[in-house]
């Protein structure tokens, strides 16, 4: 079936470093993919999406490139904020084999900080 | 704030308790999501309803329930409840049925702690 890894956390890092956050998938055909953004006490927003090899998705100074060859969809940022403190979860949108319907697939989420 | 509504915020009971946890969806939104979300399996979709009908099942429990009323509001019921039960429950919602394209919105969530 489906699946999303992500690296595991927690990530910490200094205001203004870069960040990458690691995401690879396993789909058949040919899914649209997502990062949601999970801030402290509140449910998931959808942070970025592309729905096609070499789509770039981006937001709020946040990038993620859909890499068909290497099954991944990394996230990046050129410089954390203190504010940027949250759990990042990509995922996946594919048609379930046999069926009509399509699914979300997560990961299992990865815990950023930021200090000051 | 995504505009799903999700009540209760926390819920506290014992084993072999029922609980009902309620949703409202974004205005205009047909389509209800619930999901389980839990330190060892993540987050788990569970269930779906489209304006009313069971549109999708994924790791749903015989125990767990749910339904969507006429207003489009939702309701998941958990029952029989086991210690293992214990997680944040989201309800999301969207415009559609499903689609690549189609984005969910997700409510607060409700933290059951069963003891």
């Known amino acids: 079936g489906d699946s999303v890894t992500q690296m595991e956390g927690p990530v910490t890092l200094s205001e203004e470093a870069f960040l990458t956050i690691n995401c690879t998938y396993t789909a058949t055909g040919y899914p649209s993919l997502f990062w949601y953004v999970q801030y402290p006490g509140e449910g998931l927003q959808l942070l970025l999406k592309?729905?096609?090899?070499?789509d770039k998705g981006s937001n709020k100074g946040f990038e993620a490139t859909y890499r068909k060859e290497t099954t991944s969809f990394h996230l990046e940022k050129g410089s954390v904020q203190v504010s940027d403190s949250a759990v990042y979860f990509c995922a996946l949108s594919s048609l379930e084999s046999g069926g009509s319907n399509y699914k979300l697939t997560f990961g299992k989420g990865t815990l950023l900080t930021v200090n000051p | 704030d995504s505009g799903v509504t999700q009540t209760p915020k926390h819920l506290i009971t014992a084993t072999g308790q029922r609980v009902t946890l309620r949703c409202s969806p974004r205005s205009g939104d047909l389509s209800v999501y619930w999901y389980q979300q839990s330190l060892d399996q993540g987050l788990q979709f569970l269930i779906q309803?489209?304006?009313?009908?069971?549109?999708a099942k994924g790791n749903i429990l015989e125990r767990f329930s749910a339904q969507q009323f006429p207003d489009l509001h939702s309701e998941l019921n958990l029952s029989s409840l086991e210690l293992g039960d214990s997680a944040l429950y989201f309800c999301?919602?969207?415009?559609?049925?499903?689609?690549?394209?189609?984005?969910?919105?997700f409510g607060p969530g409700t933290r059951l702690t069963v003891l």
């Open positions: 999301a919602s969207s415009v559609r049925a499903g689609g690549l394209y189609n984005e969910q919105f």
């Open positions: 309803y489209y304006n009313g009908e069971e549109r």
């Open positions: 592309a729905t096609k090899a070499d």
